[in-house]
């Protein structure tokens, strides 16, 4: 581990709402629980870093591709995963989303993208943007636990598709994949020279009892396959924007190098700094974090079975997003009575799954006491 271990400092409901303007940006008596945004002030060791930067006037473009950014990524996935690509590997974009489009748009064929639901909310239609079909590969949102259905994603990628878009560990379902569930997603693409694209945001926010697999670490993914992972979740810097897109395959490589400047959204040096400081220096805060989220985990279990015990919450094994099941309490949009009735704002499951009624995605990243105050007041407006 390297760095310090530094606690983590729970923001005033002042600070919270100077800090993070859109998800704070409601009225007064809300509480937000909604938007993948944490509660927390950001890491010293990375405010630092962007402090000294601003303070030292380096306001001009960022370095494209950036060998220091990559040698960050490279330590730190090695620590974390016993993993790590070669840096030159390792491109930065501006976001995860970003990373994902200009992945499809450049490396993928003509044919579909598979998106499976519940998905990212951010990320439907995603496909379109580029073109091709949206596939959906529909996970029940009431299934205990959420799984790639690999006999129907074969058949999608034989109709045609020749994408999958997998998002791992998963938002919203909390999940994190095992290594013979990658294998096994391996083995239907390798079938039919299909690619993966796999969003990893979330991998460093994997919680005790789990263990993340980077899809490129399985045996025979590095020509089929790419990874857009970034600092910018678990440290919240979302806003500072800078992702990593992790391209093994030389040709890959080649191939994205010869597309326009335009392609490629450029990124901001800003993020490309706090990422730098994340990866070489945040372990100590980062290990705080997921201590954190643990209990929180916890104690979500704990208000839900004394409030609202009809709730069914899927094992939360990575992430800060609890994906809950609410339909035992008939109403069909939770989240818009939970806000006319109970004055929380949570996601709403639709926005996740089109036509999904019931369902609710909650941010357990926040105080215990404003958790605590959350989930009161959704007994109050469900019940």
């Given at each position: 581990m390297t760095g310090e271990r530094r606690p983590v400092v729970d923001l005033t409901d002042e600070e919270a709402r100077r800090r993070l303007p859109l998800k704070w940006g409601v009225p007064d008596d809300v509480l937000p629980a909604w938007v993948a945004e944490m509660d927390y002030a950001v890491d010293p060791v990375v405010l630092e870093a962007v402090q000294r930067m601003l303070a030292d006037g380096i306001t001009g473009y960022p370095i494209m591709p950036d060998p220091a950014l990559a040698e960050s990524y490279v330590a730190w996935s090695a620590r974390h995963f016993g993993w790590a690509p070669e840096p030159e590997a390792v491109l930065p974009v501006v976001d995860v989303t970003a990373g994902v489009r200009l992945a499809i748009d450049v490396l993928s064929g003509p044919g579909g993208v598979v998106f499976p639901t519940p998905g990212y909310n951010a990320q439907h239609g995603l496909a379109?943007?580029?073109?091709?079909?949206?596939?959906?590969?529909?996970?029940?949102?009431?299934?205990?636990?959420?799984?790639?259905?690999?006999?129907?994603?074969?058949?999608?990628?034989?109709?045609?598709a020749q994408t999958l878009l997998l998002?791992?560990?998963?938002?919203?379902?909390?999940?994190?994949?095992?290594?013979?569930?990658?294998?096994?997603?391996?083995?239907?693409?390798?079938?039919?020279?299909?690619?993966v694209v796999s969003d990893e945001i979330h991998?460093?926010?994997v919680l005790p009892g789990a263990e993340h697999v980077p899809y490129l670490s399985i045996e025979g993914t590095h020509d089929h396959a790419v990874a857009v992972v970034a600092a910018s979740k678990a440290f919240n810097t979302a806003g500072l924007r800078c992702a990593q897109l992790v391209v093994p395959d030389p040709r890959a490589r080649r191939t994205l190098a010869e597309e326009p400047m335009s392609r490629n959204d450029s990124h901001s040096p800003v993020g490309a700094v706090a990422a730098r400081a994340a990866y070489d220096r945040g372990d100590g805060w980062l290990a705080s974090l997921v201590e954190r989220l643990d209990q929180q985990r916890s104690l979500l279990g704990e208000l839900l079975a004394t409030h609202l015990p009809d709730v069914r919450m899927r094992p939360l094994e990575a992430t800060y997003l609890a994906w809950l099941d609410a339909s035992a309490y008939g109403?069909?949009?939770?989240?818009?009575?939970?806000?006319?009735?109970?004055r929380v704002m949570v996601s709403a499951g639709q926005s996740f799954a089109p036509g999904t009624t019931g369902h609710v995605r909650l941010n357990v990243a926040t105080s215990p006491e404003r958790l605590t105050r959350i989930v009161e007041r959704l007994a109050k407006a469900w019940t």
């Open positions: 379109r943007v580029t073109g091709r079909a949206e596939h959906l590969l529909e996970v029940s949102p009431s299934a205990d636990r959420a799984e790639i259905d690999l006999d129907r994603l074969d058949r999608l990628l034989a109709r045609g998002t791992q560990p998963h938002n919203p379902w909390g999940r994190v994949f095992t290594r013979p569930e990658l294998e096994g997603i391996r083995d239907v693409v390798i079938r039919h020279g299909a690619r991998a460093p926010l109403h069909d949009d939770p989240a818009a009575v939970a806000l006319e009735r109970g």
